[in-house]
């Protein structure tokens, strides 16, 4: 994108966040971000956060999805929030701040994490330059990365819930995780753009690590 473009997205951008009705709610009801209104939603319909559950939030920042998740966990549960941006400390939340990209740091959160997590959100997404194919393959390494995160640190029967890209490698993804979870099921909040590709994929019923992902995270990170 030249930089005449990039300014004119950024204009639109702006423009839409000061006009946008989740944005102003968001606001107006102290949440950090618009996107907690995509998480109460599925929350509403789908109920995956209950009282005295441990839940990881990946790609935290500012943290709309750990606020609300943390209200329904209540004090008896627990909320871990990771991100490679800093992020302002919130009650009930601890906060890590590393790179889901390095390895190293990863292993370190699978050691202190390991199948002791109910639920695992992410609703990570990494920064847009603009050239299509370039974003879609970023996204997908940040999904493949999640799930097998997930993997790593879920009770059986556990849930996770994702943000993804419809578009390459979609259906593969979806295939990698209805082998590892009961039932896979695709929510478009309305807080989600109409136009935007993104959707929530979420996997309920944690059966176990499969051949296939244990595999690709071998590879990745052996
Ligand atoms: C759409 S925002 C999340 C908004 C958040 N759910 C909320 O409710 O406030 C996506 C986040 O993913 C994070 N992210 C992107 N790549 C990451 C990585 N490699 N490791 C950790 N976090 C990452 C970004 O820093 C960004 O804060």
């Known amino acids: 994108m030249g930089s005449k473009a990039k300014s004119q997205s950024s204009k639109r951008w702006l423009e839409r966040q000061h006009s946008d009705h989740y944005v102003l ?12 209104y995509k998480l109460l939603e599925i929350q509403k319909k789908d109920k995956i956060l209950e009282k005295g559950m441990t839940v990881v939030d990946l790609g935290a920042a500012p943290g709309g999805w750990s606020q609300v998740a943390a209200k329904c966990v209540g004090l008896e549960g627990k909320v871990w929030a990771i991100d490679i941006l800093p992020m302002e400390s919130l009650n009930g939340v601890d906060i890590i701040e590393g790179d889901f990209h390095n390895a190293e740091q990863l292993e370190g959160w699978v050691s202190t994490l390991e199948g002791k997590v109910d639920l695992v959100i992410s609703d990570m997404a990494p920064n847009i330059s603009g050239i299509t194919s370039v974003d879609q393959a970023r996204a997908s390494a940040l999904a493949e990365i999640a799930l097998l995160f997930a ?9 996770f819930l994702i943000k993804v890209f419809q578009g390459s490698g979609f259906q593969e993804y979806l295939k990698i995780l209805k082998s590892s979870f009961k039932e896979v099921v695709v929510r478009k909040p309305k807080a989600s753009r109409a136009g935007s590709r993104e959707v929530y994929l979420l996997a309920k019923g944690y059966l176990s690590t499969t051949k296939e992902t244990r595999g690709v995270y071998l590879e990745r990170y052996a």
Request: aromatic fraction near 4%; glycine fraction near 10%; charged fraction near 45%.
């Open 25 to 36: 709610l968001a606001r107006e009801e102290g949440y950090r971000s618009r996107a907690a």
């Open 151 to 159: 993997e790593r640190v879920l009770v059986k029967n556990g849930e």
